[in-house]
Each structure stands twice: as structure tokens, then as C-alpha cells.
């Protein structure tokens, strides 16, 4: 007698249910990614109008305040940063000449320490600085002190602090930090050995090295953007 093969072949209710599934996931995965987006861009508004510099900080307490709990629809701190060069956009107009006046001191500054090879970085050089964005330089010296007696020889009073970095994957340290006033503006130096001028400190945002710029760069920089405003 002839042997009867049995089928493997799903039935349409199996189809069905695959369907359904992938349905379901695409969905999930669209929700996630809508409470991201809603926590980035609240985020966005704290640090833009509540002078919070901590993305955690700003990104956990986005969170509490939009009711979200789990830690997927968390967003990347880069998408928070690009959050607030949105925001800025649209709701704070003369974002551009307050951060145009901060690198014009910034550039200034960089001359001012030139002894020290002085770098800037954070918001003021990466676009996102608001009102209460300081200009911060990383200074190179191996001479710990050798900033404090400038800042004392040039009659400026700062207030002395300390920064924890992370220099790379494995190494992290902390590193002297001197805060001062001037031309109405905050300034934020963070020493380092002149050996980390061949690589920056890893960044908060991205944990890749820190982007900086030289006195030259930052001038190239200003004249780039002052070209573009003709343009426009």
C-alpha cells in the first residue's frame, strides 16, 4: 500500500499568527521609538531653559515627568544634543549671537593662555551653548600649579576645583579646574598633562574624544560662519 507522507506546509491560521506577530512587533518598536523621541526633546527643553548641563540628569528627569519607566525608551545622548540645536532653533532666536559672543571670548581666551596650548571645548565650540553655558578651555601644563600662579601674576581671582576625566577606555583621572569671570561670561579651565594633547578626554555624550579646537581652528571657524551670514 502506498505510504502517506504527512504535511509540513502551515496553514493559514500559522500565516495569520506570524502576521500578527510582526504586526505587533513593528508596533512595539514604532512606540519605543515615539517615547525616545518625546524624551530626548523634553530632555531638549530642561537644558535649554532650566540650565541643566547633565544629560543624565536631564534625560531621567524627562522621563519622570512623561510618565516613561523603561530604560528602551531612554534616548542616546547625542539624540538629546541634536534635540537641542532643534530647540534652540525654534525657540531661542538669538541663540546664535549669544554663541557667536562666547566664541568670540573663547578666541580670546585661547590667545590669553597661549603659554598653556590652550584648546576650547564643550557647547561653545560644538554649537549648543545657551545663556548658561560656560567657555571651557582645557589648559596642558606638567606643572600643576603653573596655571594658578598665571591666573595670580594676571591679577585675576578664581576659584579653584576639581574635574574627574576619563582619558580613554581603561584610565581615568581628576585633573585641576579653575573657575573664573570675565567680560560677563563664566570661563571653566580643566588642566591637563601635556601629554593628553596628542588625545582628548572621552566625551559625556558619546564616550568618543572630545572635539577641540586651537586658536587657529576657532578663527577659521568664525570667519567660516561670518562668510555664511553674508551669504545668507
Known amino acids: 500500500m502506498p505510504r502517506h507522507r504527512s504535511s509540513t506546509r502551515p496553514g493559514p491560521g500559522s500565516a495569520g499568527a506570524g502576521s500578527r506577530r510582526q ?15 518625546r524624551v530626548a526633546h ?7 531653559e532650566g540650565g541643566l548641563r547633565d544629560y543624565r540628569q536631564a534625560k531621567l528627569k524627562a522621563a519622570q515627568r512623561l510618565g ?46 597661549q ?3 590652550p584648546r576650547l571645548v564643550g557647547p561653545v565650540l560644538e554649537g549648543t551653548a545657551d545663556a548658561h ?3 571651557a578651555l582645557h589648559l ?6 603653573a596655571v594658578a ?15 574627574r576625566l576619563r582619558l580613554d577606555r581603561e584610565r581615568s583621572g581628576d585633573f585641576p579646574v579653575w573657575l573664573f569671570s ?10 591637563l598633562p601635556r601629554a593628553q594633547l596628542r588625545q582628548a578626554p572621552l566625551s559625556t555624550i558619546d564616550e568618543k574624544p572630545m572635539v577641540r579646537a586651537s586658536a587657529a581652528q576657532l578663527r577659521q571657524l568664525l570667519a567660516d560662519e561670518e562668510t555664511r551670514g553674508h551669504r545668507n
Open 23 to 37: 504586526a505587533h512587533a513593528q508596533h512595539a518598536e514604532t512606540r519605543v521609538r515615539e517615547r525616545r523621541h
Open 182 to 191: 570675565a567680560e560677563e561670561l563664566a570661563f571653566d579651565l580643566t588642566v
Open 68 to 113: 516613561i519607566t523603561d530604560d528602551a525608551s531612554l534616548p542616546r545622548n547625542r539624540e538629546i544634543e541634536e534635540a537641542l540645536r532643534e530647540h534652540q532653533r525654534l525657540f531661542q532666536p538669538g541663540a546664535d549671537s549669544e554663541l557667536r559672543r562666547r566664541r568670540e571670548a573663547a578666541l580670546r581666551a585661547l590667545e590669553f593662555f
Open 115 to 117: 603659554p598653556f596650548d
Open 42 to 48: 523634553e530632555a531638549a527643553r530642561l537644558m535649554a
Open 149 to 163: 600662579r598665571f591666573l595670580e601674576q594676571q591679577g585675576m581671582p578664581a576659584e579653584s576645583s576639581a574635574r
Open 140 to 145: 596642558y601644563s606638567d606643572d600643576a600649579d
Open 133 to 135: 553655558s560656560p567657555v
